[in-house]
Each structure stands twice: as structure tokens, then as C-alpha cells.
């Protein structure tokens, strides 16, 4: 991904009413951006997972399997999904707090995680399996 290339992507709404059902956070619903600048940012981190992820962002963000608020990066919750054929988990950090000039939640990261830190953070209560209304 050329750095002069990147524009800002807008991959959905935020899933409100899933936010509240699983985490029992309430949320004003908005779109979810991601800037071209927090692109840059998680390029520079995770080079090699983001042309992987971009793809799947919008059924990531808005069909999570698992979600959760880790309190150690307050106003953050995270969204994570398996993409298929992929043998890690993708993991997109939001912001809860909406932009004030544009009303958007916006995408801090998105990166990869391993089977062992998907363990762990389940099983120290940061993500829960996602309630869906039936």
C-alpha cells in the first residue's frame, strides 16, 4: 500500500444494539471510519496483516465473533473475527467515542492475533462471544 494511495474507508455502521447486548455499552449509532492517517499508523505496525484485513473490514466491524473492552486502553473496544483461510484472528481496535467533526467511530488499529492471545484474553473476561438477538 502506497503511502500517497491510502484515502479514508468507511466500512459501515457501528453494530450498536450487538455492542450493548454482548459489552452493555450504549452507543449512539454512527458510521465507522478508518482514517487514511490510522492506516499509516497500523501499516507501520503491522506492515503485512492490513492488505489481508482491508478487504474484510466491513463484515469484520459489523459481524464480530467475539468483542471486548480491555479498560487498559480506556475509550477502546475491540472487534475480532477469524477471515477465513487465515490461520490468526483479526483484531480491529475502535474508539467508543464518536469524531466530533465528522460523528464517526473510528478504527485506532487492525492487526492479527494468535490463537494463545485470543485464549488469553477470553479467558481473562476481555472479549466475550457475541450476543445476537434471535
Known amino acids: 500500500m502506497a503511502k500517497n494511495r491510502l484515502v479514508d ?9 450487538l455492542v450493548f447486548q454482548t459489552l452493555e455499552i ?3 449509532p ?4 478508518f482514517s487514511a492517517a490510522a492506516q499509516r499508523h497500523a501499516i507501520n505496525r503491522h506492515r503485512n496483516d492490513l492488505p489481508i484485513i482491508i478487504p474484510h473490514l466491513a463484515q469484520l466491524i459489523t ?5 471486548g473492552d480491555d479498560h487498559r486502553n480506556a475509550g477502546k473496544i475491540e472487534f475480532v473475527s477469524r477471515i477465513q483461510g487465515h490461520p ?3 483484531l480491529i481496535a475502535l474508539n467508543l467515542e464518536r469524531g466530533e467533526t465528522d460523528g464517526s467511530y473510528h478504527v485506532c ?9 485470543l485464549d488469553k484474553k477470553r479467558h481473562k473476561g476481555v472479549l466475550k462471544v457475541v450476543k445476537r438477538r434471535d
Request: glycine letters at 10%; proline letters at 12%.
Open 26 to 28: 450504549e452507543l449512539e
Open 88 to 90: 490468526d484472528a483479526a
Open 63 to 67: 459481524d464480530p465473533t467475539y468483542m
Open 109 to 117: 488499529s487492525a492487526y492479527f492475533i494468535g490463537q494463545s492471545e
Open 9 to 17: 474507508i468507511f466500512p459501515g455502521d457501528m453494530p450498536d444494539e
Open 30 to 33: 454512527g458510521p465507522v471510519k
